[in-house]
T-cell receptor, first 116, second 116 residues
């Protein structure tokens, strides 16, 4: 079954304690991205990756890091989390085939992060 | 940069009736793609319908159809014969053709309630 898997689904932690949210896809997609969803703001892109070892900033990259060492994995790292990073996070992937822009993104089920 | 606006934070519709959700966007590009995503309480992001900007014909998917007005930069979603399962947050999204830039831009969402 084609899917994007995020872990954990829920996490409550404290300010300053480093955390990683994992994301893995089994569709051999080149493109992966991270979003945060906040009420009234929709989904905002944090980082994206066009392929292995190729990453770039989205709209709201401050306070986040990513890496793309393998095609299937795209972890999101919060080195020193702060309360303003409390949010719902989504990982997504899509193909960059011939109909690149028509490929819908496949989303993970989301990770609810609470930073106290 | 592209922006997507959904002016209706909340809407409600009676079961079996028709409802239209509005979406406008701002872009200087002539070719692009537009999408509607549904997010039920389960938090999953589900693709509802997509529209290619170069196609004049409005996309339809069963009870879902769009009214795409390119000159007005408007992309509304019509849900016919509304069902209780249609209750969700709906996001309008724009996707650039630029392979080297950001990917999806989402609107803030419209929460749809379906009344029995």
């Amino acid at each position: 079954e084609a899917q994007v898997t995020q872990n954990p689904r829920y996490l409550i932690t404290v300010t300053g304690k480093k955390l990683t949210v994992t994301c893995s896809q089994n569709m051999n997609h080149e493109y992966m991205s991270w979003y945060r969803q906040d009420p009234g703001l929709g989904l905002r892109q944090i980082y994206y990756s066009m392929n292995v070892e190729v990453t770039d900033k989205g709209d709201v990259p401050e306070g986040y890091k990513v890496s793309r060492k393998e095609k299937r994995n795209f972890p999101l790292i919060l080195e020193s989390p702060s309360p303003n990073q409390t949010s719902l996070y989504f990982c997504a992937s899509s193909s960059m085939g011939d109909s690149y822009s028509n490929q819908p993104q496949h989303f993970g089920d989301g990770t609810r992060l609470s930073i106290l | 940069a592209q922006t997507v606006t959904q002016s209706q934070p909340e809407m409600s519709v009676q079961e079996a009736e028709t409802v239209t959700l509005s979406c406008t966007y701002d872009t200087s590009e002539s070719d692009y793609y537009l999408f509607w995503y549904k997010q039920p309480p389960s938090r999953q992001m589900i693709l509802v319908i997509r529209q290619e900007a170069y196609k004049q014909q409005n996309a339809t998917e069963n009870r879902f159809s769009v009214n795409f007005q390119k000159a007005a930069k408007s992309f509304s979603l019509k849900i016919s014969d509304s069902q209780l399962g249609d209750a969700a947050m709906y996001f309008c999204a724009y996707r650039t053709l630029d392979n080297y830039g950001q990917n999806f831009v989402f609107g803030p969402g419209t929460r749809l309630s379906v009344l029995p």
